[in-house]
């Protein structure tokens, strides 16, 4: 969820009715992830610094206002959490349908059907209906960055989560990436005089890669395997009945 923290200090706090004790300084999703649950996320990961930009991981903690993110949120002594409730369950799946309705919907042939985050916590959040649909057509006329040896770059299959921007920093620290723009209209730059990420500062050491949660980000040799024309079995991206379909 978010990167461990050490501290001699440790704080007793209760998540969803268990007890947990943490070093000071975590966060309430480490917490959370440490006292056996699995709170829906996006945007963190273990290796950098959490931004709670995805808004997936919202929690309701006894006394607080609002619903804060859990990444971002540091635990304190005798703090009671909820990570399950009926208005947080309501308020992920709005925020899930958002990012679904700017994604294409091409989960069965993508290559990283199966291997994706955003399809798994589709499914985490009980997501069934999209009322909107736009199929990351607010990036389709974007091409893929394709300059790179070892990996493409797909801007419809992003989601702007901005993961690739701090393992090049933080993980790598090269800080080869940017996010450019605002809302609908944001994507990830590599900068630089083409804009691309061989013309970049990268040096192709995959950290982004590995921390992109869709195929926005993937090694050209899995893109290649995933070709529609390799025969493939999948299992429906969101509803989780676990039905299969034959890809040719
Ligand atoms: Fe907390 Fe994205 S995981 S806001």
């Known amino acids: 969820g978010t990167p461990a923290v050490e501290s001699d200090e440790t704080v007793s706090l209760t998540i969803d009715g268990r007890k947990v004790t943490v070093p000071a300084g975590t966060s309430v999703m480490r917490a959370a992830t440490q006292s056996g649950g699995h709170i829906p996320k996006l945007c963190a990961t273990d290796n950098v610094k959490a931004f709670g930009s995805c808004r997936l991981c919202l929690v309701e903690i006894e006394g607080a206002r609002g619903t804060p993110a859990s990444c971002t949120t540091p635990v304190s002594d005798g703090m009671v959490v909820k990570t399950q409730t009926p208005r947080l369950e309501k308020l992920r799946r ?66 702007v989560c901005s993961r690739c921007v701090r393992a090049c920093g933080e993980v790598q620290g090269t800080f080869a990436l940017t996010v450019d723009g605002r809302g609908f209209a944001s994507v990830i730059s590599a900068g630089q005089d083409e804009d691309n990420f061989l013309s970049s500062e990268c040096v192709s050491c995959g950290a982004c890669v590995q921390a992109c949660p869709t195929s926005a980000l993937m090694e050209k040799s899995v893109i290649e395997v995933g070709k529609p024309e390799r025969s493939v079995v999948t299992t429906c991206a969101y509803c989780g009945v676990g039905c299969t379909f034959r890809a040719e």
Do not use: W
Not at 106 to 122: F, I, K, P, Y
């Open 94 to 159: 709005g925020v899930m349908e958002l990012y679904i309705s700017d994604h294409p919907l091409d989960c069965l042939t993508c290559s990283a059907n199966n291997d994706c985050e955003l399809q798994d916590e589709a499914a985490a959040v009980g997501l069934r209906d999209v009322r909107y649909g736009y199929e990351g057509a607010n990036h389709l006329g974007t091409a893929d960055d394709t300059s790179n040896p070892y990996f493409a770059f797909q801007p419809d299959k992003c989601i």
